[in-house]
């Protein structure tokens, strides 16, 4: 079965600083990996998507990068944290088109 | 620009009842899926009808899809406290799967 972890769960940051999260795939090999990004009472704002090993697909700017270094890890990271990046980080992943989404619980992250 | 839409925003059923939870999309469209949130967790997939279909159903659960009018539907029979949750609807378009697009949800309350 399909696994999708993510880390940390929660994080407290100062603004500035740096920040990276992470999401690992377990049991299923070249699945499309997706970022989302849910501000308080909000909707899911997808932030990125990979269909392969290092490419990765930006879908809106907020200051985040985001790599795939391996086949089942999807990491998203920024340099200087910003008051605006408070919220909640979902990983994603699918098997393709018109599938559905397996979201792991979430990163949950206040910068202050 | 919101591509998928639920409404109404919110509203609380007692427990027992059934409640309708309605999604306009602006798309044409592939699939259209229902997913489901409680607090502090990812969201969880819980119907996914496809553009060929008008009814989809899953336990108490049962969706419909009108692509005319470019509408969904998913309705909840008997319901129960742990129902309380965002619901919300999310549309492949047909112009590029790997962009997925969450509505704002509809927030539900099953009081006991």
């Known amino acids: 079965a399909q696994t999708i972890h993510q880390w940390p769960v929660a994080e407290i940051k100062a603004v500035g600083s740096p920040l990276s999260l992470g999401c690992t795939i377990k049991g299923k090999s070249s699945p499309n990996l997706y970022w989302y990004w849910q501000a308080t009472g909000g909707t899911l704002q997808q932030l990125f998507y990979?269909?392969?090993?290092?490419?990765v697909e930006s879908v809106v700017q907020l200051n985040l990068s985001a790599s795939r270094p391996k086949d089942d890890q999807f990491i998203l990271s920024t340099e200087k944290l910003l008051l605006s990046h408070s919220g909640f980080y979902l990983c994603a992943w699918r098997q393709g088109e018109g599938s559905d989404y397996t979201f792991g619980s979430g990163t949950r992250l206040l910068v202050i | 620009s919101q591509l998928a839409e639920e409404n109404p925003w919110a509203l609380s059923v007692h427990e027992g009842e059934s409640v309708t939870v309605n999604c306009s999309y602006k798309t044409s469209i592939t699939a259209l899926q229902w997913y489901r949130q409680k607090s502090g967790e990812g969201p969880a997939q819980l119907i996914l009808i496809r553009s060929n279909e008008r009814e989809k159903r899953n336990g108490r659960l049962r969706a419909t899809l009108d692509t005319s009018s470019q509408s969904s539907s998913l309705s909840i029979t008997a319901t129960r406290c742990e129902d309380t949750a965002v619901y919300f609807c999310a549309t492949d378009a047909d112009t590029g799967y790997q962009n997925f697009y969450f509505g704002k949800g509809t927030s539900l309350t099953v009081i006991p």
């Open positions: 990979s269909i392969t090993v290092g490419q």
